[in-house]
């Protein structure tokens, strides 16, 4: 079935950096966008990047720019998240979703991979 | 910046019917999406586009757009709809693609 698996999250210090990975599997990897959307404990849902089927284009929420990079490896089907000087506030469940561009939603979900940045 | 504003959280009896709004600018240009999130669990789609539930999702949740505002309905709400809903649109800044979400709506059921 078609599926979203993340991983990668864990404790790290401020400054430093954390990849996340998320490996696709039930459906054709290259057709497809992906975003990664954070929830920090006890809030709402937040973008934070969108890589295109391509991955032609990547955009970035306006905090992570210059500092987060998304990027995909077509041979494995895995999206990837490249966060370098984290900050506390980057503390969340980072979720990777499909890009459905029929209607520009999320379609398809990961269960999420938790990273905390505390000293 | 853009943005999206919900109702922090709803009731609604048993059985009844209730309406969640999401507004915003960006609402104007693209459909709304909305999304289920239990707790402890991962967001689920529920309603996608002008007014498209994907498979599984019962047919007691519809959508409905205007203008800058759009709406989930939960016709006979059930106990299992007890949950986190968000709405959520592509909008753009700077002449690129973003996504922005709304701040959620807690829905109790009575």
């Known amino acids: 079935q078609v599926q979203l698996v993340e991983s990668g999250g864990g404790v790290v210090q401020p400054g430093r950096s954390l990849r996340l990975s998320c490996a696709a599997s039930g459906f054709t990897f290259s057709t497809y966008g992906l975003h990664w959307v954070r929830q920090a404990p006890g809030k709402g849902l937040e973008w934070v990047a969108v890589l295109w089927y391509d991955g032609s284009h990547k955009y970035y929420e306006d905090s992570v720019k210059g500092r987060f990079t998304i990027s995909r490896d077509t041979s494995k089907n895995t999206l990837h998240l490249q966060m370098n000087s984290l900050r506390a506030e980057d503390t969340a469940v980072y979720y990777c979703?499909?890009?459905?561009?029929?209607?520009?939603?999320?379609?398809?979900w990961g269960h999420g991979t938790t990273v905390t940045v505390s000293s | 910046s853009s943005e999206l504003t919900q109702d922090p959280a709803l009731s609604v009896a048993l059985g009844q019917t209730v309406r969640i709004t999401c507004q915003g600018d960006s609402l104007r240009s693209y459909y709304a999406n909305w999304y289920q999130q239990k707790p402890g669990q991962a967001p689920v789609l529920v309603i996608s586009?002008?007014?498209n539930r994907p498979s599984g999702i019962p047919d007691r949740f519809s959508g409905s757009n205007s203008g800058n505002t759009a709406s989930l309905t939960i016709t006979g709400a059930q106990a299992e709809d007890e949950a986190d809903y968000y709405c959520?649109?592509?909008?753009?800044?700077?002449?690129?693609?973003?996504?922005?979400f709304g701040g959620g709506t807690k829905l109790t059921v009575l």
């Open positions: 586009g002008e007014n």
């Open positions: 959520n649109s592509r909008d753009s800044s700077e002449n690129h693609p973003i996504w922005v």
């Open positions: 979703a499909r890009l459905n561009s029929d209607f520009n939603g999320m379609d398809v």
